[in-house]
């Protein structure tokens, strides 16, 4: 099949279009090429780069007739963000393509009611983001449904991997938080250090794209959460990571509403967003009607992502792995 990926070089797309090529497909990666793929790959010589900016070409109204003309069996949207530019694509493609597969997010969903959530959950996310997704979800859902174009979406959880800094235990991206963990210094969690966290590696989000593009049968029309089998706790994932270096963590704990002063305000705010969801995710939908089987677990993924990071000298001290 012929598959455009818009958005194609980023942190899923670098393990998703090197699975395509493999499995014999012609793809056709779309981005507005600053930037090499994430991961080099030989795969990338056979792969058709189109370079487009998708945010000017929605405003123009032109994305979705871009994105037609490349003549795609199915579309891969992987930065799709509002309801209007799911629109405008869907109604480019309409009658053109059997498939289209748009990335969504955890965050589409708010407090959740069950633990672990399931894809039936409302679509209940706050702030823009949040909402966005939600929309857009109920949106392709909701046409595809009513015999508009096939659509799938895959709601991640948080993507990690090795090249980018992924959420630490104290739920944000402040690097000096594993250097704590590391060198045995104290690091303060919020409340009780009880907010959940549910990361995925990306090439396991990658894997549930494939799935959904080899097994559309059972794949349109369903959102399906990508995540790994199961979210960690601040506190859990804090003494973890701590072991990594042959560490047991010393934490503690003041409010949320207080942790601006020990995390500084940016780092905060991310944590708040973070435990204010405490989402955790259950796989089992993707499993069962995909055959999902994410290949890491959540301390496996993150782990990942720390090696690369300190092997690539991103913290102010190399960190001592046992
Ligand atoms: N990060 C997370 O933890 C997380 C969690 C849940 C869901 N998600 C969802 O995952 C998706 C992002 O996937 P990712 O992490 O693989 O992406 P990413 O690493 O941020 O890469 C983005 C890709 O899109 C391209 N791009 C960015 N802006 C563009 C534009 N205006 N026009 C055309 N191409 C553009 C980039 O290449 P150029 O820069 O060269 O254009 C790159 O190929 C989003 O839908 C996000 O909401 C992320």
Redesign the pocket.
Known sequence: MRIVV????????GYLVPRLVRAGHEVVA??????EP?RADEAWASVERVD????AEDAAGTFGQRIAALDPDVVVD????SRASAEQLVDAVRGRVSMLVS?????SRGILTEVPGTEDAPLNGWGAYGTG?AELEAYLLEQSAAGGVPATVID????SGPGWHVINPAGNLDPAVWERLAFGEQLILPDEGLGLLHHVH?DDVAQLFQLAIDRPEHAAGNAFFAVSARALTLRGFAEAAAGWFGREARLGYIPLSEYGSAAGEEHARTTAEHVSRSHAMSIEKGSRMLGYSPAYSSLQATREAVEWLNDHGTFSRPLPFA
Do not use: N
């Open positions: 818009v958005g194609a070089t980023g942190h899923v797309g779309v981005s507005r090429g600053q930037r994430y487009l900016d998708r945010e992987m930065i799709c963000f990335c969504g997010s955890i965050w997704k991640p959880g948080h993507i990306a």
